[in-house]
Structure formats: C-alpha cells, structure tokens
C-alpha cells in the first residue's frame, strides 16, 4: 500500500535504496510504506495519515441538500472524483466506477487527476473541492482537525456501513474525536522475509525463524560476511525497508500514543532506539552504508538479491516476483511475523488509503452514495477481482474471504496479523512525529545523540506541534 517524505534527505536517500521501485511512497506519513497507484495498495513506509472536522449534521446528511441537484428531484448531479491518473484511472474507471454509474443512472462521475495535497488544500480553501478524494489514510485526523474534511458520521445512520466490516484498526485510522471522515481503501502491513538458503549456511535450522528479538540477534551474527570495505552478506540491518523506529517501536511493545498523549519517549521506544543504535556501533554504521550503497545500485529490493538473511517490509514486494524482471529469486525463503522483544507480543501495523469528502463538496448526499459503494462491500469486491490485484490486502475481512486470498500462504502471513494491527495514531502532529522519528533514528545511528535524549526531545517538538496546531483553530 505508498507516498510523501521525511525530513532528514541523507537519511532518506540511504533508505528509498532499500525499498522496491513500487514504492513512491511518501514516508512523510505513511505509512503506509509505498503506494502502487496501479493498485491501490499503500506500502509506504508508511507513510498515512489523519484529517477531520464534522460539519454535515444529521438532517444533511438525509435530505442531501445540493443546490437542488439531488436524486429524488430526478435531475443528474455530476460528482468531481479525485484519485491517481494513469493506468489506475484506466482501470478503475472500467472496473468500479463504470458499475457504480450503472447502479446510479442519476450520477455521473468527472474523474480528475489528483494534483497533490497541496493543490487539493488550495480548492477546499476556494471553495471548489471535488466531492470525493483520495486521501492517505494517515492524514485524515489532521486534515479533520483544520476542518478540511465532511464527518461521514451523519451518514451510517442509513445503516449500509459499519465499523464491523472493516479491520478494528483500520476503520479507527479514519475516526477522528468519535467522529468518522475517511472510508478504508486497500490497507497492508509488515512482516519479516527471511532468507532459508543463509539459515542452512549459517547452521540455522531454515524451518524456524526467530520469533523474539535475541533470538533475531543471534541467528542475523552468524550470517554477516565481511569484505575488505564491507559485508558480502549482511544478517540484519534493523532501519532497512520497513524497519522504523514505529515499526521496531512496536515490536518492542511500545506506545506512540496514550489517550491523547503523544509518547514517542515511552521506555520501550527509547529500548528500540537502543538496539538499532547497537546494530549501528557492532557492525560499523560506514560498513553497512558501503552494503547499501551495492544495494541501491542493483535496482531491487535488497531483501531480493540473495544477500540479506531478514528484513521488515510489506506484503506489497511479494509483487515484484510478478512485475520486476530483474526479481528472480535463486534461493529458498519464507515469511513469518515479525521477532518481538522478549515477552512481548508479535505485532504488525498497518497503513492504507481513504476515501473522503472534502469540506464543501457541493453535492454531499449523491457524495455519500459513491463513497459507500466504492469503500463499501461492492466497489472493494469489485477492485479487488481484478485480474492483476496481485497481493493486495482488501480493508474488509469479509471480502478477503470471498477473495481466497488466504490460499497464498506468504499472503495469509500478513492477512493473518491484520485483527490486530496497529495504525500511527490519529492526531494532528502526526506528520511531526513521523517526521521527527526519522530525525532522531538518523542521528542516533550516526552516534551524534543518545536514544533517550532523542526521543525526550522528540516528544517535546511533538507537543509544541500540537499546541501549536490547537492554538490555530
């Protein structure tokens, strides 16, 4: 599931070697890891995030007051649709948004190319949003936060959508103060790929990846290989692909957010810092900059060039086996959760994109009827049989059933952790603390602060963020 950036270019350039080319993902916020537009899968580091005010209120929400445009006066309301251009417009076009028109005889949809957030920001400030937009899921708590957003709350009282269709925290990923403003589309998550050619090398036996973080540490030390300026093979790299410090935050069992709280400098965050950090001191951070450099030339996720014993990434690079010539394994590997710190629970997280109206669309009722179809049951159903979906993660449990999608069993990996997947936390200083985790990673690795110090810092920035934010209203 992919877009958006960080702060910290050095940082960022080392780490974009490491993702799949289908990752544009903007690690700004999401998530999500990276986002294939073809597919509509976030694999963005993440990169996701949050938005939120409610306006719509209840007798909106059923009357669909739209300047006179509205289903039960007969006239045809043209719906503007904002959403990625290319190949995925083609294809969604065809596959979804031809039958919702079909089902509706009175709405038509004008597809535009989305532009950018910015330039989505400039039209709900004039006034002239689209009625429906692609949205990071991550931004959608703090795009409703600044009132950029319709509540979609007022709507579920037609009864056609429920939380419980969606995963728990993806549905959450869209709420903002109780208030809904996004609906799911696609979502993903992360596990750990693992190379069972370097186990059996290394003596490991292939068939039992680790499951806790000593364990990871000692089966990565007997698979590094030096070179005279390097590594020929490298065991672990903790911050390579989706290793960031929210990913090994969790599996150290830490908490980003308490309440309303925001704790980037909870004990067992600042622990996950830690032991990077040790990575970076034990194995020679130059050393493992030189490996990645190779790496980056090679044109492939490094996880596919035979070299890594185990990486954190999402269910997404399982798609390069269909679409990259250049990934054609030579070596025997599997998936497995990710090792969590002794005596915590294995965990994953999840990222995605959305569906939103945008502050004043101009015809909300006939908005709501594309929304919940194209992020309801039928348009999920749809887009997700089609014929090159790969291994996309739909957001609806009861779609991936009807998918099979838990036939594949490197996929059934990732589904399998999605009922308890964590999200970022829905807050407007998301994109602080996610900007700020790549600060305080890039300079802890880099010996030029200590992971505590960091992080209390850290913590401090995100607070004078949201105060600031809050203050703005």
């Given at each position: ?28 916020l ?28 209840g ?26 251009g290319g ?13 919702f ?24 400030a ?13 931004m ?16 579920l009282?037609d ?9 728990p ?8 103060k ?39 540490d ?10 005279s300026?390097?590594?020929?093979q ?14 090994q ?103 995605g ?13 006939e ?7 194209i ?50 936390p ?27 110090k ?20």
């Amino acid at each position: 599931m992919k877009k958006k950036s960080v702060e910290t270019l050095q940082f960022k350039s080392k780490m974009i070697m490491f993702v799949v080319a289908a990752l544009l993902v903007s690690i700004a916020l999401t998530g999500c890891g990276g986002t294939n537009e073809a597919s509509g899968t976030n694999t963005s580091n993440g990169n996701s995030k949050k938005t939120g005010d409610s306006t719509a209120n209840g007798d909106d929400a059923n009357s669909g007051a739209d300047n006179g445009n509205s289903k039960d006066n007969g006239k045809q309301v043209t719906l503007d649709f904002w959403s990625w251009g290319g190949k995925f417009q083609q294809d969604y076009t065809k596959i979804v948004i031809s039958e919702f028109e079909k089902s509706h005889p009175n709405i038509k949809v004008k597809y535009i190319t989305e532009q950018g957030t910015e330039k989505l920001t400039t039209l709900i400030a004039g006034g002239t949003p689209p009625d429906v937009a692609l949205l990071d899921r991550f931004m959608a708590g703090a795009w409703a936060a600044k009132g950029s957003l319709e509540s979609l709350t007022p709507y579920l009282a037609d009864g056609t959508v429920t939380a419980d269709d969606y995963y728990p925290s993806v549905w959450a990923e869209g709420n903002y103060k109780n208030e809904l403003y996004a609906m799911p589309f696609g979502t993903d998550n992360r596990a750990m790929y693992f190379n069972k050619t370097l186990m059996k090398e290394a003596g490991l036996d292939p068939e039992k990846p680790p499951t806790t973080i000593s364990e990871l540490d000692a089966a990565a030390e007997k698979i590094f290989k030096k070179t005279s300026s390097g590594y020929e093979q490298v065991g672990l790299i903790p911050w390579m692909n989706q290793g960031f410090l929210y990913t090994q935050g969790w599996n150290f069992g830490g908490e980003w957010a308490k309440d309303e709280e925001l704790t980037p400098n909870d004990p067992q965050i600042v622990k996950a810092l830690e032991w990077m950090t040790g990575y970076a001191k034990k194995y020679d951070m130059a050393k493992i900059n030189n490996f990645n450099d190779v790496m980056g030339k090679t044109g492939i996720n490094p996880f596919w060039t035979g070299k890594v014993g185990f990486v954190f990434d999402g269910n997404w690079i399982l798609n390069d086996l269909i679409n990259n010539a250049k990934v054609k394994p030579k070596f025997e590997w599997g998936v497995a959760p990710m090792p969590a710190e002794d005596g915590q629970a294995q965990s994953t997280w999840a990222g995605g994109w959305s569906w939103v109206m945008p502050k004043g669309a101009k015809h909300p009722k006939e908005a709501w009827e594309l929304l919940k179809y194209i992020g309801g049951y039928e348009g999920t159903l749809l887009w997700g049989k089609r014929a090159d979906a790969g291994n996309d993660i739909t957001a609806m449990p009861k779609v991936n059933e009807e998918l099979k999608i838990a036939d594949n069993p490197k996929l059934k990996v990732f589904l399998d952790l999605m009922p308890t997947a964590h999200t970022r936390p829905v807050t407007p200083a998301g994109q602080k603390m996610w900007d700020e985790t790549f600060r305080v990673t890039d300079l802890a690795l880099n010996g030029k602060g200590e992971p505590k110090k960091l992080l209390d810092e850290a913590k401090k920035n995100v607070d004078n963020e949201l105060k600031k934010l809050e203050a703005a209203k």
